[in-house]
């Protein structure tokens, strides 16, 4: 296989530092680490006997310790023998931290992640100012940075595998310094319909679309993504020519085929990470704080999109109409810290906290826990309350896909409802075992948690395991080479 450059905002590896200055390296996890890991054989010998590719990942230092390391380095190329990094070198872009704060947080997370995901209250924002455009031209400058990166240290005829709304511009800049290459865009979001599209200001909108434009493939989770990226291009990009049956848009000289290429889990690399010791202890704690008592569990980033509030609202209405449910059930409720730089989350975090609160008041007695809430992020306890779940709920306003909706059943040790938002991508895939509501709709979704636990566990079990089998039809693995082979 020729050279892979993967591009992200996030790299398979992170700092931290040290008191005395010395730099602590961890790998990095999700779906694209283990995808490429599986795509490179990690950097050993396929069994097939063929070389494997040789693969550069180009991301941006996220913090002090990653910028140390990336200043350390020749030109931030890090030194990771003996590191598992699925086989790949790993190139760490020192970006002044203004000029990424404005890019990351101002435009990708506050501007473009609100867009995609309907989170914005209209009334009030977007209000795209003069200190709007200062953020625009961070962001136009911090994804020059990568296409440079990528540009340099790509080899003639090379595959560059682009990824998500942070480098949305990435592909028709890297098009533009090196033609030969072939380039792959990949956006983990879901797609904004024209209508909701156009808050963004006229130019930057064309931008974005031209940006992804200038790669030769572009691949989103779900059919809906596709189309709704299609629709943009036809509605809001003069001169773009869109063909339906071919799956392709024509603009500017260059044609983009549009593909969908849906993420699942690797099933044996999670069922044996939930066989770890730790997770077993995990698991007996839970089991002491539980009891005996039917569990419905939700995990997720503290994010606007998930819509855990509405969620928590849920759970309390079924126990207002269901008091044949106190002292029965206890929800387990992860809502792990996400972007608490920006006051937003903060405030949803603190709306969140609150809610629990009063349901704890409220239903909560000497002997029963109605709702246990966990903020501090701990992976293994997450394992062990997939295991445990009766009932698992995921319920976001909008997701490209949602992980958690296919990591529970596969690792359930008895079978577990699910209760899904049908405005998740993994809806597509997952909605005929599911019990599938309107995110919007608290009532429907406090019924369909009273159904999940009335129902069977034969019944329960058997739906799991076809959920499961869904979940990992697949893997990371096959996600990420399916867009490399798109190239050829």
Not at 305 to 311: D, H, L, Q
Not at 359 to 366: F, K, L, Q, S, W
Not at 394 to 410: F, H, Q, S, T, W
Not at 415 to 432: D, F, K, P, Q
Request: charged share 25%.
């Amino acid at each position: 296989m020729s050279q892979v450059l993967v591009a992200s905002n996030r790299g398979p590896v992170s700092f931290s530092l040290a008191d005395d200055g010395s730099l602590t390296l961890r790998r990095g996890g999700g779906g694209l680490v283990s995808g490429l890991a599986a795509v490179t054989g990690g950097g050993r010998e396929p069994d097939d006997g063929c070389a494997p590719p040789d693969v550069l990942w180009v991301c941006a230092a996220l913090g002090e310790a990653d910028r140390s390391a990336a200043r350390r380095a020749p030109e931030g190329r890090l030194d990771l023998d003996g590191h598992d990094t699925g086989g790949a070198a790993v190139r760490m872009l020192d970006i002044p931290p203004a000029t990424f704060h404005r890019a990351y947080n101002a435009v990708a997370n506050s501007t473009l992640w609100f867009v995609h995901h309907l989170l914005y209250d209209t009334p009030r924002v977007p209000h795209f100012d003069a200190r709007a455009r200062r953020d625009w031209q961070s962001y136009e400058a911090y994804n020059a940075a990568f296409a440079d990166a990528l540009a340099r240290d790509a080899a003639p005829g090379a595959k560059a595998a682009v990824q998500d709304y942070h480098l949305s511009l990435a592909p028709r800049m890297l098009r533009d310094r090196r033609p030969d290459l072939k380039i792959v865009h990949f956006s983990h979001t879901p797609w904004a319909s024209p209508e909701y599209y156009r808050l963004l200001p006229d130019d930057v909108g064309a931008a974005v679309l031209d940006g992804i434009l200038g790669a030769d493939h572009a691949g989103f989770l779900a059919e809906r993504w596709a189309a709704a990226f299609l629709d943009c291009c036809e509605q809001l990009l003069p001169g773009a020519r869109v063909d339906r049956a071919a799956r392709t848009v024509t603009f500017a000289g260059h044609v983009t085929r549009v593909g969908v290429h849906a993420l699942g889990v690797d099933g044996q690399q999670l069922r044996a990470r939930a066989a770890e010791p730790d997770v077993a202890e995990r698991r007996r704690a839970l089991r002491e704080q539980v009891g005996d008592r039917r569990l419905i569990v939700r995990i997720d980033r503290t994010e606007l999109s998930k819509n855990i509030v509405r969620g928590l609202a849920a759970y309390r209405e079924m126990l207002a109409n269901h008091p044949e449910w106190h002292g029965r059930v206890v929800h387990l409720a992860f809502a792990y810290p996400s972007r608490h730089d920006l006051p937003e989350y903060r405030e949803y975090t603190a709306a969140v906290q609150r809610l629990a609160a009063q349901i704890v008041d409220e239903y909560g007695t000497a002997t029963w826990d109605p709702l246990i809430l966990q903020v501090n992020d701990d992976y293994p306890r997450s394992l062990a309350a997939y295991g445990m779940a009766d009932v698992l709920v995921v319920n976001p306003i909008r997701d490209g896909m949602n992980l958690v909706a296919k990591e529970g059943p596969v690792v359930s040790e008895h079978g577990c409802a699910l209760v899904l938002s049908r405005e998740a991508g993994a809806a597509a895939e997952l909605a005929a075992d599911a019990l599938v509501v309107n995110p919007y709709d608290v009532s429907q979704t406090a019924e369909a948690l009273h159904q999940a636990l009335l129902m069977p566990p034969d019944r329960r079990a058997e739906r799991s395991a076809r959920l499961a089998a869904a979940a990992t039809a697949l893997p990371p693995r096959r996600w990420f080479a399916d867009q490399l082979a798109a190239l050829d």
